[in-house]
């Protein structure tokens, strides 16, 4: 398998990606409408599999990213050529989705011990360490992909005056649930791991819960996130839940953010 390259790069394109998988590019850009092509084709073919088309019956999975989407698929039980084809076919087909994704409502602790890179960035852009995070309180971030690690969010919407490099040096510990930002982008880290975001806070909710079959990763791309600060009182207790079985990650849905 080759390279597909409408003669209209406005349209989409099509990336071989190795001998089992293939990615529908939309542009080179991080932006919503962008994003709400990807999307559009992820339904759509999600329609088209349910519907038995049989050039979509190899597909295993398909992953959505901020500009693209990758469709992976057993070659065993498709054949390539004719599954890229329908794939491009389609995405020329499906237009921007227009439909909203979950809308969460997340708390985070913005306590010194959570949040060590915040005061750093309020000095940076000479405001106050509260005035901050009613920025960041006051935002609606949009998901546009999981990547990195199962269910690191890379979120768009950070404010401009907020943005910031990556650390020089990264950490060689970042604790599990802490809200950072990097450039114009922001994420919570599911796990512990080396990380170098700048840390802002830390949330009591899970990010991904392996007891949840349907959904393990509490994100999904399209959906958007308010962030809601809590006092450290707050936080324990939520913490102290999310820890017992049973515990519903989706009480943090808006109404009508879906299910």
Sequence with gaps: ?????????????LLALGDAAWTVEFG?????????????LAD????????GMPEFAGIVDVVPTFRSLTVHFNPLLTEGT?????????????????????????????????????????????????????????????????????GFPYMGGLPSVLEMPRLASP???????SLAIAGAMCAVYPWESPG????????????????????????ASGDSVCWQAIDRAEYDRIEAEARNDGFDRKQFLLPGGGQ
């Excluded at 759509?44 to 519907?51: D, K, N, P, S, V």
């Excluded at 950490?171 to 649930?177: D, L, S």
């Excluded at 975001?197 to 959904?215: H, M, N």
């Design 1 to 13: 398998m080759g390279e597909v390259w409408p003669e209209n790069r406005a349209t989409p394109r």
């Design 28 to 40: 080179d850009s991080i932006d919503p409408l962008l994003h709400g092509r990807v999307i559009g």
């Design 44 to 51: 759509a073919l999600g329609e088209a599999r349910a519907t």
């Design 82 to 150: 004719r599954l890229g084809e329908a794939l491009l076919r389609l995405a020329g087909e499906a237009g921007i989705c227009e439909t909203a994704g979950r809308r969460w409502q997340i708390p985070v602790c913005f306590d010194d011990e959570f949040s060590p890179d915040l005061e750093e960035l309020a000095h940076a852009k000479e405001m106050r360490r509260d005035a901050v995070i009613a920025l960041l309180t006051s935002t609606v971030f949009r998901v546009y992909m999981i990547g990195f690690m199962p």
């Design 171 to 177: 950490r060689k510990t970042v604790a599990a649930r």
């Design 196 to 219: 170098g975001w700048r840390l802002l806070g830390r949330t009591p909710v899970p990010f991904f819960s392996a007891a949840d079959s349907e959904s393990p990763a509490l994100l």
